[in-house]
């Protein structure tokens, strides 16, 4: 997965689309707001580490 994701081109804000879907299914599965947190600052490591 992390292969694929890295030849695939990213597209200017479709991250923060992407955010803000977890969130709405966090929000809907009532998934407390941190564990989001928590995803958005683990893939922002990550992404910076490229």
């Given amino acids: 997965m992390r292969t694929r994701e890295a030849s695939m081109p990213v597209k ?3 991250n923060e689309n992407l955010y803000e879907l977890i969130r709405d299914i ?3 599965l009532g998934v407390s707001k941190s564990t989001v947190t ?3 600052s683990r893939n922002e490591l990550v ?3 490229k």
């Fill in 12 to 14: 200017p804000g479709h």
């Fill in 26 to 28: 966090a929000k809907a």
């Fill in 38 to 40: 928590l995803l958005r």
């Fill in 47 to 49: 992404s910076n580490s």
